[in-house]
Structure formats: structure tokens, C-alpha cells
């Protein structure tokens, strides 16, 4: 079973470390890393292509959005397999739920 996720304080030590890698040469892969590092660099304050970091955030936000899915798409799927087999006591109909998403908490 996964660990229970505990979220990680954005700390000024890890902003300071983070704006060190915003300046780091970008590979030649569109990953969500180089896209949010080319937003940073256009809206410097020697910069005033305030168009494209619009656009490459709207980028960002797109690949985040995917990856997010594609994460609860694969959770999804582990949480159904990690169901109890030949137990009817135990056997839940968790695609009938009313609609609710039991993977996503209590809902009490």
C-alpha cells in the first residue's frame, strides 16, 4: 500500500535553490520543467514578451493537467486491484457508488 501523501513546505531555502536551476540550460525536450523555465525567463525585468509567458504558462498548466490525469487514471486502476478477491463479506461494488469517487476521501 502507498504511503499516505504528506505535502513538503515550499521553504525560502528551496525557492532560492529552485530560482539557481530557473537559469540551468534547458535540454531539448518540451517537458513541463523547460516550459515553466521559459515562462520564468520572459517575464525577467529586462523582458517585455509578457505574450509568450501567457502562453507558455497556459502550456504548463496543459501538461500538468495531463499529468494529473494520467496519475489518478493509473490510481484509479491500483485502488480496483488492490480489492479483496473470494471474499464475498468483504466485496463492494465500488463502480456503483453514486457517482461519488471513493479514492478522492471521506465523504462523510
Known amino acids: 500500500m502507498k504511503d499516505q501523501y504528506k505535502p513538503k513546505p515550499f521553504t525560502q531555502e528551496i525557492a532560492n535553490q529552485t530560482h539557481k536551476k530557473m537559469s540551468e540550460p ?10 515553466i523555465k521559459q515562462a520564468f525567463r520572459c517575464v ?6 509578457l ?3 501567457q502562453e507558455l ?13 494520467k496519475l489518478y487514471v493509473e490510481s484509479q486502476h491500483e485502488f480496483k486491484m488492490e480489492m479483496v478477491e ?9 463502480d456503483n457508488m453514486d457517482g461519488r469517487n471513493v479514492s478522492q476521501g471521506n465523504w462523510d
Request: with cysteine; glycine share 2%; aromatic share 10%.
Open 51 to 53: 505574450r509568450a509567458a
Open 86 to 94: 473470494n471474499h464475498d463479506e468483504y466485496i463492494i461494488d465500488w
Open 57 to 69: 504558462m497556459l502550456e504548463a498548466l496543459w501538461m500538468g493537467k495531463r499529468m494529473h490525469s
Open 44 to 49: 525577467q525585468t529586462d523582458s517585455y514578451n
Open 26 to 35: 534547458l535540454d531539448d525536450k518540451r517537458t513541463l520543467c523547460n516550459v
